[in-house]
């Protein structure tokens, strides 16, 4: 069964991100959806005429991995944004954060902080729910980097579309931007209990 491409068309008007921004990044999203299931048909394909041994066969399943994170990526990201409350700071999310970082404020300036970096990427919020603590992590490609069975709560998108149309170099601006517009709700039903 293919995958279909989420509508986040309820996010445009949003403060801090400009409606040719999003519209941009959806259509950018609705890419790694249909190239997802290029790829799943073509790998299906070649397995049924016998050409899972091939160089081709072997590239597309690296590129497999590349194509559906960038699109699991984006619908956790699109997903944790268009929120409007603070995050509950007597939540779960919120005393997991404490645990892990001392304070939810020592998180959000680690995260920050993690956004800043230089390159291209990813931060995520990762929950590793056998040593029961919380991680701050930098996705440098969508296919690399991810901590193994790690639960990401919280997805920032840093490659460059998701902010240079708004904020040109400012990072930091977008980074307040997304700040602003966090779903806290959404990454508090992430979290493993």
């Not at 509508?7 to 801090?16: F, H, K, V």
């Not at 919020?125 to 991810?146: M, T």
Request: include cysteine.
């Amino acid at each position: 069964m293919p995958y279909t491409a989420k509508d986040y068309n309820a996010l445009l008007g949003m403060s801090g991100f400009s409606d040719t921004l999003l519209k941009n990044h959806f259509t950018l999203y609705q890419g790694y959806v249909t190239n997802t299931n290029k790829v799943a048909d073509s790998l299906d394909q070649m397995l049924k005429d016998g050409k899972a041994g091939t160089p081709e066969y072997a590239e597309l399943k690296r590129r497999f991995g590349w194509e559906f994170n960038g699109m699991r990526l984006h619908e956790l990201y699109f997903d944790n944004l268009g929120g409007k409350a603070a995050m509950d700071k007597k939540g779960a999310l919120s005393r997991q954060m404490e645990t892990s970082f001392g304070s939810a404020e020592q998180w959000e300036k680690d995260f920050r902080a993690t956004g800043a970096m230089r390159g291209i990427g990813w931060v995520v919020l990762y929950q590793d729910p056998a040593g029961k603590r919380l991680f701050n992590c930098w996705i440098n490609e969508h296919d690399v980097s991810h901590l193994s069975g790690c639960a990401p709560l919280l997805i920032m998108d840093v490659f460059e579309h998701a902010f240079m149309i708004d904020y040109g170099l400012k990072r930091a601006d977008y980074i307040d931007a997304y700040f602003r517009n966090i779903n806290w709700a959404a990454a508090e039903a992430r979290l493993l209990r």
